[in-house]
């Protein structure tokens, strides 16, 4: 009878312990997760969610600083713009500064959506952190910051 042990390799990569890859999934976990919620209410798909978030808090953007703000390629901005656009959320205006961009600013029913997901979303994001201890939301925030600061200072 042979017992089979896992093979401690140096040129093996167990993905599970991975801290890039456990990261991406638990991002993709929340963000599924909390997608229910706009989903379900408007029809909204995630890259639609993050552009009329972006907008909501920032007010006017460009297409381009939505794809900064949300890390999104600009295919998946343009796609959510236009469907934004069909929905008569979202207006387009030339930007005088910059004629090959333009100005994206949400209507009063873009905004109307906005504001009836910002509660839901400040809710979805206390009830996820009281699934942690108190000793756990500080250590995952002190965690966050430290990545955060160290990746963007390079």
Not at 30 to 55: C, M, N, Q, T
Not at 106 to 128: D, F, I, N, Q, S
């Amino acid at each position: 009878m042979s017992t089979h042990k896992p093979v401690e390799d140096e040129a093996v990569l167990a993905l599970e312990g991975f801290l890039p890859y456990q990261l991406n999934r638990l991002a993709d976990a929340v963000s599924r997760e909390f997608s229910k919620i706009y989903r379900d209410r408007h029809g909204l798909s995630r890259p639609e969610w993050r552009a009329l978030a972006g907008l909501g808090q920032h007010g006017t953007m460009t297409a381009t600083a939505i794809g900064e703000q949300s890390a999104m390629h600009k295919t998946k901005v343009s796609r959510a713009v236009a469907e934004l656009e069909r929905r008569r959320w979202l207006t387009r205006t030339p930007d005088p500064a910059d004629r090959r961009a333009e100005k994206l600013t949400l209507t009063r029913a873009g905004m109307a959506v906005y504001r009836e997901l910002v509660p839901l979303a400040k809710a979805y994001e206390c009830a996820l952190l009281e699934r942690l201890s108190q000793r756990e939301r500080t250590q995952l925030e002190s965690g966050l910051k430290g990545l955060e600061t160290v990746l963007t200072k390079s």
